[in-house]
């Protein structure tokens, strides 16, 4: 009865933990004083860059299977981040700068990878900075990447581990 009441805490904790990775946050104010100093980043291809000129509107890409759109501080972006994720198939950075408080606070943070997210449609203010150029994430991908894992993944391939084995042994011990 004991290893079964530690084996559904290891599941709990397990689970959790993933929840919490991929569940966005509410920026703290130091994170907020950064983008707003700093602004941010959408990778995006070539094709979207008139549209997003035009309307001044950037769009999630599937409004029917999720509603976020991903940016990043444009302070400093972790190659590993970059490598990580699926914006090396993006050809254009669309720089954004002179954002509003209101701005920044409608959006939020992933902890997974540290994507600034915003659900919905994100409006492009006239006293926005708006600057397009080539992605610079081409060049950066053609770089070795040997670290391997990052520690956050390394968390979440435990937790999975936990998980099914605590499955395993809960099956175990309850059919003994």
Excluded at 50 to 56: L, S, V
Excluded at 73 to 79: A, C, H, Q
Excluded at 84 to 92: A, G, H, L, T
Excluded at 128 to 152: A, T
Aim: with cysteine.
């Amino acid at each position: 009865m004991f290893f079964n009441v530690i084996l559904v805490l290891l599941m709990a904790a397990s689970m959790s933990y993933i929840g919490i990775m991929q569940f966005p946050w509410k920026l703290r104010k130091k994170q907020s004083v950064s983008l707003i100093e700093n602004g941010v980043v959408h990778y995006t291809f070539k094709e979207n860059c008139d549209n997003i000129m035009k309307t001044r509107i950037i769009k999630p890409k599937n409004a029917k299977k999720h509603n976020w759109i991903y940016f990043f501080s444009n302070k400093n972006i972790p190659l590993n981040i970059l490598l990580q994720s699926k914006i090396q198939e993006r050809n254009v950075k669309v720089t954004l700068s002179n954002l509003t408080k209101e701005q920044v606070r409608m959006l939020k943070l992933r902890a997974y990878d540290n994507a600034i997210v915003h659900k919905g449609e994100f409006n492009i203010l006239a006293d926005n900075k708006v600057s397009i150029e080539d992605s610079d994430i081409n060049m950066q991908s053609k770089l070795e990447y040997s670290v391997g894992f990052h520690l956050k993944h390394i968390f979440i391939y435990i937790s999975l581990v936990t998980i099914f084995v605590s499955i395993v042994m809960l099956l175990c011990f309850t059919f003994k």
